[in-house]
């Protein structure tokens, strides 16, 4: 079973995206020779998986971090 591929990960830059490995960027394991592949929020910003026809089924407040965020006050504008 592969691992569940993170929408928004808060440092796509540490980590290689290329297979199922997920490597750090530093240590690639796949052995092709080439750089680390970019996370797609890197490439096509934060809203990527809702374009095109990737086969990811979204909960929107569920998969996103950013949902989990509430304002420390939020009666102060």
């Known amino acids: ?11 796509p830059e540490r980590t290689c995206w290329g297979c199922d490995k997920y490597c750090a960027a530093d240590a690639l394991q796949c052995g092709n020779g080439s750089g680390r592949t970019q996370h797609p929020a890197e490439m096509l910003g934060e809203d990527w998986y809702e374009w095109g ?3 990811i089924v979204v909960d929107d407040a ?8 509430t304002p420390a006050n939020p009666s102060v504008r």
Do not use: E, I, V, Y
């Not at 079973?1 to 440092?11: A, G, R, V």
């Not at 569920?62 to 965020?69: E, L, M, V």
């Open 1 to 11: 079973m592969t691992k569940k591929f993170p929408l928004n990960p808060k440092h």
């Open 53 to 55: 026809d990737w086969g």
């Open 62 to 69: 569920k998969d996103d971090p950013a949902s989990d965020q």
